[in-house]
Structures are given as structure tokens and as C-alpha cells.
């Protein structure tokens, strides 16, 4: 067995430790792993080009960019933060729960690309967990980060722990065909179904994370306003 | 089988927009960028080209290509990542709650285009290709936000383009990061990476313990996929390493069971990993954080406790 492949996961774990620009940190591991494996020039940039071009599907989001920057130019997360505001009773927590409970059932139909972090996060999820996090006071910078961050780990969530019960999705239909070749017939439903515990816990403990950070901000929110009002004149 | 719209004029609608970007950088001469726009719009633009050279066993266009990411992992280094200023003065006009609606439109155009795909023909061909359903849609979904994005906003064409290219600069290179790592995950799965950490896994754990196996397989998959940022390229791997020979065939795992669930244990890698950049770097810089982790570290929690229940129902329910 010819170890020296592994050099390149070395070089991807050595690259991202010391900071390295990503993209180079990558194309150089590759062009390591394919080294050290015997590949000769031609083969290896064939296969760098062909694998590239295979990949494309995921940079599709870039569709929507121009229309989400022509959107917030004209003042879209503005809107999205007044109207979350309007609605006293939509808190963090809810507007983050319903949000991961959507995402999951409309993964379980395969609707996998309604949603996503140029699609939904970054325009629309944000800017309303921003403004459903600081009724009160303004959120300080760590705060923020917090909150942001929260919204786009629910959308990973709900997408990852919802598409696995659809049955036309590919983790079924590539865990199927694995065994189909290895001589163990399976049927799509089957693999599906052993799908929903996991699903289930995994939407229980994310949203008792969300109502514990929303605990947390809310907090001392509270402890702003309570000030504001001993403070003010009467 | 052919169809009228096919993902394929989806990726040249990507070319265009990727071209776009080149230009506008070339002509405010920052060439490094405008030469790294360039290269990908290549890569959508002859993409199909590429691929049918290939099959036909010409290698000349694909090694071209290949070249290309060589040149696009240079440009990534030196592509400076100055700010692109916004247009001036920001229209005061207020749209009010109208605006969401182009927003909006991504997501339900999207999931209208899928839902009524299967009856639309056209010329006998289906209007949608569909083996790619959402992605066309997805496509299809933008050039309608846009038009009704431009109808609200009453802005120009070039206005769009102008934002969507500052947004593409300001994520720079990170935009094209999942593409590389999917590039480098094929890469890994052809030099044979992955059957020698099944073979090193494999040597080190006691064979004849059923438990020892199962987290054995478990944490070989939250390993490699936390390496490769895929679970799907971890799977085959375990499964021919561990999860077949030893859990189904010598320990008698019930195997949809065990694939199910092994698979959901990868993806508490993936959530765990900057090789995933599609999921977890990419919103991060969207976002504006000025930690590139920041996302990691919110799904760190979560994806460990699910870590742990996903290994104990794979223990109490692949043995029967």
C-alpha cells in the first residue's frame, strides 16, 4: 500500500493552520497527493481539469447575487430588520426555530435549494435574527457574531438533518447503489426511514441551543432596558 | 436524454456574470482579478466542451483546464482583496415592504419550477433537463428575481451587475473554494487517500469487539469526512474498509441501519470542517464576520451532542 498520498492531507491541515490563502492551500495538496501517488504531469492535470469542470453546480449561487446586492442597495435588510421589529412577539428563538423546522420539512421533499446562505441567509435570515436579537439595545460586536453565526449554522442544520429522509436524495440512492454492488438489495425507503431519529434529535437539541444563546442575549437586553428606566428622568 | 433548458445554459448564464466581473476588474486594472474571474468563466463557458473531449479520450482541453486551477491557486494569493467601493449615493426612494418580493421569488420560483417541471414539454423534450430539476429551477429562479427585482427598483441592468460583481469581489477567492475542494476530494479519491486511512483504521482496532468496530467505522467517518468536507466521499471508503466486512458480514449490522445512520454520522463532520467551505466558510465571509470559523464554532455544540446520540442509536439499533 502506497502511503505518500497522505502527504496532501498534511499539506491541507499544515495550510489552514498557518493561515495560508485557501484556494492555494488546495490546488497545492492536490498537486502534492497526485505527485507523491506516481501521477505523471499530463494525467494529473487532466484529472485537476476534468474534476474542476465536473464541480461547476457549486458555484451556481453566484446567480443570485446580483439580485440580492441590487436588493439591499435599495434598502432590503433595512426592511427586513422593520418588519421583524413590528412584531413584538417574534423572538429570536421563534423566528430561529421555525426557520429550522421549515428548512427540515422542505428538505424532506428534496427542496434543498430553496433555501441557503445566499438564497436566504445573508438577505433575509440575518437581518431579522439581527433585529429579533436587539429589541433593547444595540447588540455589541460579539453579540452580533453570535447571532449571525447562530442563523447560518440553523440553515446548515435543518438542510444536512432533513435531506437524508427524502428518498430521491443522493446520500439514499449512494448508500443504496453501494450495497446493490456489494450484492445487498435495499430499497430507498428502507435506508430513508433509519433517517428520522436522527432528524428529530437533531432539530430538538439545535433549538434548545437557540433558545439558550436567545436566553442569553436576551439577558442582558433586559438588563439595558431595566437600566434605561431606573436612569431616565422621571 | 435531451430537454429544452438544460443546466448546461444555466452555466453559461454563470460564464457571463463570471466574464462581467473580469471585465470590470480589467478595466480598473487590477489584473490579477479580472485574469481569476477569467479563468472560471472559462470553466463554465467550455465546461461541456471539456467534458466531451474527454470522454472522446482527447485529454488537451481537460489538462488546459487543469493548468487553469494550477493558475487560479497563483491569482488566489496575489488577487488583492481591496474593497470594491459601492455606487455613491444610495437611492432614497422608499419601496417599502415590495421589496421583498424579488426575494422572495428565488425561493418560491424555484420550488414552483420544480413542482410543475415533470408536465411541461416542449417540441415532444421536456422544458427542464430533468436530472438536474432544482438546480435549473434555481438558475431559472434568479434571471426572474432579477427582472422583477429591476421592475420594483425601476434601476438599470448594469446597476445589478455592478452589485452583484462588488458582492463576487468581496468574497474573492473563498467564492470559488467548495469548487477546489470538490476538486481536491476527487483528486484524493484517485490517488487512493482514502483506502489507506481505511487500511490504517482498520489495523487498529480489535476485530473481534462488535462496539470496537462501530466506533471504529463512526469515527472514521467523522474523520475523513471532516478531511475530504463530504461525507458522500467518506462513505464508500468506510463502508469498503469497516462498515461491510466487518459490521454487516461478521457482526450481522442490519445494513440499512447502518448506512442511514453512518451517513448522518458524517455529516456531523461536515459541519465540523473548513473543507466544507460551501456550508460553513462561504457564509461566514457573506455574512461579513470577521471570524472565518465564526459558523464552525456556532455548529461545534450541536453537532457533537448529535454525534454522540447518532453513535449510541447505531449501537443499540444495528445489533439485532
Known amino acids: 500500500m502506497n502511503y505518500w498520498p497522505l502527504i496532501g492531507v498534511a499539506v491541507v491541515i499544515a495550510g489552514f493552520a498557518l493561515k495560508r490563502n485557501a484556494v492555494l492551500v488546495v490546488v497545492a495538496a492536490g498537486v502534492t497527493s497526485a505527485l507523491a501517488a506516481g501521477m505523471s504531469i499530463g494525467d494529473l492535470l487532466a484529472l485537476l481539469g476534468n474534476a474542476f469542470v465536473s464541480n461547476r453546480a457549486l458555484l451556481l449561487f453566484t446567480l443570485t447575487l446580483p439580485v440580492i446586492g441590487l436588493l439591499e442597495r435599495y434598502g432590503l435588510r433595512e426592511r427586513a430588520e422593520a418588519w421583524v421589529a413590528g412584531f413584538r412577539s417574534l423572538s429570536l428563538a421563534r423566528l430561529l426555530i421555525a426557520y429550522l423546522g421549515g428548512r427540515q420539512l422542505l428538505a424532506m421533499f428534496g427542496l434543498i435549494d430553496l433555501g441557503g446562505h445566499a438564497q436566504t441567509v445573508r438577505p433575509l435570515l440575518a437581518p431579522m435574527s439581527e433585529a429579533a436579537a436587539s429589541r433593547d439595545c444595540r447588540l455589541d460586536d460579539a453579540e452580533r457574531v453570535r447571532v449571525l453565526s447562530l442563523a447560518a449554522a440553523t440553515d446548515n442544520v435543518g438542510r444536512f438533518f432533513g435531506e437524508d429522509v427524502f428518498l430521491a436524495f443522493g446520500a439514499v440512492l449512494l448508500i443504496q447503489g453501494f450495497y446493490e454492488r456489494n450484492g445487498i438489495h435495499l430499497e430507498p425507503m428502507q435506508i430513508a426511514l433509519w433517517a428520522l431519529p436522527t432528524a428529530i434529535c437533531a432539530f430538538v437539541i439545535h433549538a434548545l441551543r437557540i433558545v439558550f444563546v436567545a436566553r442569553t442575549l436576551a439577558a442582558r437586553q433586559r438588563e439595558v432596558a431595566a437600566a434605561r428606566v431606573d436612569g431616565a428622568p422621571s | ?320
Request: with cysteine; glycine share 10%; hydrophobic share 60%.
Open chain 2, 1 to 320: 436524454m435531451s430537454a429544452a433548458i438544460r443546466i448546461e445554459y444555466i452555466f453559461w448564464l454563470v460564464a457571463a456574470l463570471l466574464a462581467i466581473c473580469a471585465f470590470k476588474n480589467l478595466a480598473e486594472r487590477r489584473w490579477a482579478m479580472a485574469a481569476f474571474w477569467g479563468v472560471i468563466a472559462c470553466a463554465f463557458a467550455f465546461g461541456e466542451l471539456i467534458r466531451a473531449a474527454s470522454a472522446a479520450g482527447q485529454r488537451g482541453p481537460a489538462q488546459a483546464m487543469g493548468a487553469g486551477v494550477i493558475a487560479l491557486g497563483l491569482l488566489a494569493m496575489g488577487g488583492s482583496r481591496a474593497a470594491v467601493p459601492g455606487a455613491a449615493d444610495p437611492p432614497a426612494a422608499d419601496i417599502g415592504n415590495r421589496l421583498f418580493l424579488p426575494a422572495l421569488a428565488i425561493p418560491l420560483a424555484t420550488l414552483v419550477i420544480v413542482l410543475v417541471a415533470p408536465w411541461l414539454h416542449v417540441f415532444g423534450m421536456p422544458l427542464i433537463d430533468a436530472s438536474q430539476p432544482t438546480l435549473v429551477a434555481l438558475g431559472l429562479a434568479c434571471v426572474i428575481a432579477l427582472a422583477a427585482a429591476l421592475r420594483t427598483t425601476g434601476a438599470r441592468v448594469g446597476e445589478a451587475f455592478s452589485e452583484g460583481r462588488r458582492l463576487l469581489d468581496a468574497l474573492g477567492s473563498v467564492a470559488l473554494l467548495p469548487m477546489v475542494l470538490a476538486t481536491l476530494g476527487s483528486v484524493f479519491a484517485a490517488t487512493g487517500v482514502g483506502d489507506v486511512i481505511a487500511h490504517i483504521v482498520g489495523m487498529t482496532i480489535p476485530i473481534d469487539n462488535r462496539l470496537a468496530c462501530l466506533a471504529a467505522f463512526a469515527f472514521g467517518m467523522v474523520v475523513f469526512t471532516m478531511i475530504m468536507g463530504n461525507a458522500f466521499a467518506a462513505f464508500p471508503v468506510m463502508m469498503a474498509g469497516i462498515g461491510v466486512p466487518l459490521l454487516v458480514v461478521k457482526h450481522g449490522a442490519l445494513p440499512a441501519v447502518l448506512g442511514s445512520l453512518g451517513m448522518l454520522t458524517g455529516y456531523c463532520g461536515t459541519l465540523l470542517t473548513p473543507m466544507a467551505a460551501n456550508f460553513n466558510i462561504v457564509p461566514a465571509v457573506l455574512l461579513e464576520l470577521p471570524d472565518q470559523y465564526a459558523v464552525i464554532r456556532a455548529q461545534i455544540p450541536t453537532a457533537l451532542i448529535l454525534l454522540c446520540i447518532n453513535v449510541a442509536l447505531m449501537a443499540l439499533l444495528v445489533f439485532r
